[in-house]
């Protein structure tokens, strides 16, 4: 491919479209993450709040609450890892809302599975804390 190809508006005019189409196909997979997100939220809920369990569904909810902790560690890991879009002013309101989603099924899993332990966990992490004043 020559010079005046690669500089010709048609070409130009490609790759910019189909940067237009990754984004919008970027926005589409985070909008069905969130409701995905939210539904899972609305699933646990229901079935941690069940009375006089079997040994055999509280093992299964015991790994559905490992499984809920590994699933809160990558929702993070993949919210930090396209803080770069966020911050270029990309898909700001899908990637908030995505936040918005995470937030909450962290709150429900610290509020449902620490209860009243939570206030000695935060008092903990604030004390532990180191702050750089450097």
């Known amino acids: 491919m020559s ?12 790759v910019i479209i189909v940067l237009l189409d990754t984004i919008n196909d970027f926005k ?11 539904g899972i939220n ?5 079935i941690t709040w069940f ?17 809920a902790k590994d699933l809160r560690s990558t929702l993070i890991r993949q919210y930090v890892a ?6 270029k002013g990309l898909a700001k ?20 599975y620490y209860g009243k332990a939570l206030f000695n966990r935060l008092l903990v992490a604030s004390v532990s804390y180191k702050m750089n004043l450097g």
């Not at 997979?29 to 997100?37: A, F, G, V, Y």
């Not at 609305?42 to 229901?46: C, H, L, N, V």
């Open 3 to 14: 010079f005046e190809e690669k500089t010709s508006p048609l070409i130009k005019e490609k």
């Open 28 to 38: 589409k997979d985070i909008k069905e993450k969130t409701q995905i997100l939210y």
């Open 42 to 46: 609305e699933r646990i809920e229901k």
């Open 51 to 67: 009375n006089d369990l079997d040994d055999e569904c509280l093992m299964l909810i015991n790994d559905l609450i490992s499984t």
């Open 82 to 87: 396209i803080g770069f879009l966020r911050a």
């Open 93 to 112: 309101d899908e990637i908030k809302e995505f936040k918005n989603a995470i937030d909450e099924f962290c709150y429900k899993f610290n509020r449902r």
